[in-house]
């Protein structure tokens, strides 16, 4: 059974073609504390998903701008129907980890900020923002992540602010949440 609060959403995805090869994504972007993991793993729920979770890839704490990069080429490889990689990101030691699998699938989720960059967009079927008040995204974020975030906040919700300046993303949603 779809969850009600889905149902716009699921059908939006039903109606597009994948754009992956036989692969159809969906971003779910947007800035941090926003509430996207918790959508994009409820959106996987009802349909079914497989979810890749950008924070797995981010190359430490600046490297916001070097992730849609590692994320395109990992589509184009699926894109041919082969099974995309990209370097896990370790955070505790702050170094490459091993290699991310990511194999074609009926449906991807890209959840994370910059999932939605203008060269991932090629592969999305559908692209969607969530968004929630600053406040609120920063004490969520802060009591998600504890003190492993705080230090950090300023640095990173800087760096969001250049990249969806730059990229446009929210005006290119296909649809826009508020949590």
Known sequence: MISHRYDAIV???????PACGSTTVVAVDGPSGAGKTSFA????????????HLEDLYPGWHGLAAT??????????????GIGTAP?????QNLPGPLLHVPPTRLLILDGVGSGA?????HLSAL???DAPPGVRKERALARDGGTY???WDMWAAQEVEHFTAE???HRADLVVTT
Do not use: S
């Open 128 to 130: 969607i923002w969530v």
């Open 11 to 17: 059908q939006l995805i039903d109606g597009r073609q």
């Open 88 to 92: 896990r990101w370790d955070w505790a």
């Open 68 to 81: 849609p990069p590692l994320v395109a080429g990992l589509l184009d490889t699926i894109a041919v129907d």
């Open 41 to 52: 793993d409820g959106l996987a729920d009802v349909t079914g998903a497989d979810v890749l």
């Open 118 to 122: 203008a060269m991932i967009r090629p």
């Open 150 to 152: 705080a230090p950090f």
């Open 168 to 170: 446009g993303t929210r």
